[in-house]
């Protein structure tokens, strides 16, 4: 099976969005820094594997309490 450049640019393009939305989302409630977390998310999606091990990490940590 082959696998262009294009198709390979298209899913990086796709895919780094979609998990640094996903990380800050998920980073706002469960760290205090969530623009660094998104953007290791970001990172990390060019080997989507790893992505999605840091997005599953990040969804099973606790949440941070918040003063209201």
């Known amino acids: 099976m082959n ?4 198709f390979l640019g298209y899913f990086v393009l796709v895919m780094v969005p979609l998990f640094a939305a996903i990380s ?17 998310s970001g990172f990390l999606a060019l080997i989507p ?11 099973l940590k606790q949440d941070i309490e918040t003063t209201a």
Request: proline residues 3%.
């Open 49 to 59: 594997l790893f992505g999605l091990i840091f997005i599953a990490v990040l969804a």
């Open 3 to 6: 696998i262009s450049a294009t």
């Open 24 to 40: 800050y989302y998920l980073g706002k409630r469960k760290t205090s820094t969530p623009i660094v977390v998104a953007a290791i």
